[in-house]
């Protein structure tokens, strides 16, 4: 039995496989393959080695866009932009970029520093109530 670790993978993905491998391979050792180095043992399991490239990048989520906008009470609220383009990431405005797979917060140069903190503390809350398993 492999685990078999692709070069983009993390440690601590490797972790999980390893504490995963006793249930589905139960009294059985592995050995740890890193992508590039494997045995022909591993392939002839396969059905033989093939040529293959990086997986097509698919989002998890539709890319969402948010405007930061420090209101005169001193609240901040988020406003979402439906059908966005880059020309919505003005110069003087603070956004929360979802793409799918990973949160950005675009800065623009001229933008507000309270806005730019709010932006920051609402881009963490939003992924710590985001579903996904995302970081």
């Not at 504490?19 to 393959?33: D, I, N, V």
């Not at 003005?90 to 903190?117: A, H, P, Q, Y």
Request: charge should be negative.
């Amino acid at each position: 039995c492999w685990i078999w670790r692709g070069k983009e993978s993390s440690e601590q993905e490797f972790n999980v496989a390893e504490k995963f491998f006793s249930t589905l391979c139960p009294g059985r050792e592995f050995t740890g393959l890193s992508e590039g180095s494997e045995e022909d043992g591993f392939w002839e399991v396969l059905g033989g080695q093939e040529e293959y490239g990086p997986p097509e990048y698919r989002p998890v989520f539709p890319p969402r866009l948010f405007h930061v906008q420090k209101m005169i009470s001193g609240r901040t609220r988020l406003i979402e932009l439906f059908d966005f383009k880059k020309d919505d990431l003005v110069e003087d405005d603070v956004m929360i970029l979802d793409t799918g797979r990973e949160v950005f917060v675009w800065v623009g140069e001229k933008s507000d520093s309270n806005e730019k903190e709010a932006a920051m503390k609402m881009a963490e809350e939003y992924l710590d109530t985001d579903p996904s398993f995302r970081n």
